[in-house]
């Protein structure tokens, strides 16, 4: 399999099965730092279950509430915080490295959707 890199405005997000070590990459047009393979797929599973809570939230919160939700596996922890339909999204890996970044609430979007459609695993 060849190396994928998937990017919009303001984020982006990677696989290369040929690396050793780091084979997965999430970043913006700014910044970016590798992740192991375990790291990428908690990445992108937890992203997609915070989306998932964030639209289920969306149907019980008035318009103009904001909120918070987190969600970590032992190697990444990932935070979403907004309105229901438009979040920033914070992260930490919590192991080696200890590296965090974030994305802006117009980058979630297009970063969800790289996410959903790598399907490197």
């Known amino acids: 399999m060849e ?22 990459l999430v970043g913006t047009n700014d910044w970016a730092i590798e992740l192991t393979e375990a790291e990428l797929q908690d990445f992108c599973r937890l992203l997609v279950q ?8 969306s149907s019980e919160l008035m318009d103009e509430e904001k909120i ?9 922890w990932l935070e979403v915080a907004g309105y229901a339909q438009c979040y920033s999204l914070r992260f930490i ?13 117009s980058a979630v979007g297009g970063l969800l959707q790289g996410a959903q459609t790598l399907q490197v695993f």
């Open 93 to 105: 890996l919590l192991t080696g490295r200890c590296a965090e970044g974030c994305w802006n609430e």
């Open 68 to 76: 918070t939700c987190e969600a970590e596996s032992s190697l990444i």
């Open 3 to 24: 190396r994928v890199l998937k990017t919009g405005n303001g984020w982006r997000i990677g696989w290369n099965p040929q690396s050793i070590e780091f084979t997965g």
């Open 50 to 57: 915070l989306a998932e809570t964030m639209s289920q939230l």
